[in-house]
């Protein structure tokens, strides 16, 4: 979702939290306007908190996503468990 990498956002600045939504919008209207995502049955956005204005606007996640099935989880550099727990729904969604 952001470009900007980042162990974690404790100890930001207002202006760096600035940069980082800035960036986010940018991503979300380029990802708006490829319609590329919108092919997917399942779509795994592992980015944590970045995800939070798709997971609450309907219509972005629609026209983001179309009907695909949303999994939100942390980054998939180390395991989450919460991901562990989707993974009947997410085969259920693809076959």
Same mark, same amino acid.
């Given at each position: 979702?952001c !470009?900007? &990498?980042?162990?974690?956002?404790?100890?930001? $600045?207002?202006e760096?939290?600035? !940069?980082? !939504?800035?960036?986010?919008?940018k991503?979300?209207?380029?990802?708006r !306007? $490829?319609? /590329? /995502? =919108?092919?997917f049955?399942?779509v795994?956005?592992? &980015?944590?908190?970045?995800?939070e204005?798709?997971?609450?606007?309907?219509?972005?996640?629609?026209?983001l /996503?179309?009907?695909? /099935?949303?999994?939100? &989880?942390?980054?998939? $550099?180390?395991?989450?468990?919460?991901?562990?727990n989707?993974?009947?729904d997410?085969?259920? =969604?693809?076959?």
């Open positions: 979702m !470009e900007i &990498c980042r162990p974690n956002d404790k100890n930001l $600045t207002k760096q939290h600035k !940069e980082i !939504e800035s960036n986010i919008r991503r979300l209207d380029w990802m !306007e $490829t319609n /590329f /995502f =919108n092919q049955k399942v795994i956005l592992a &980015c944590g908190p970045y995800a204005a798709i997971k609450n606007d309907e219509v972005l996640r629609k026209d /996503f179309g009907e695909a /099935f949303i999994v939100y &989880c942390n980054q998939l $550099t180390r395991w989450d468990k919460r991901l562990e989707k993974i009947p997410i085969q259920r =969604n693809l076959y």
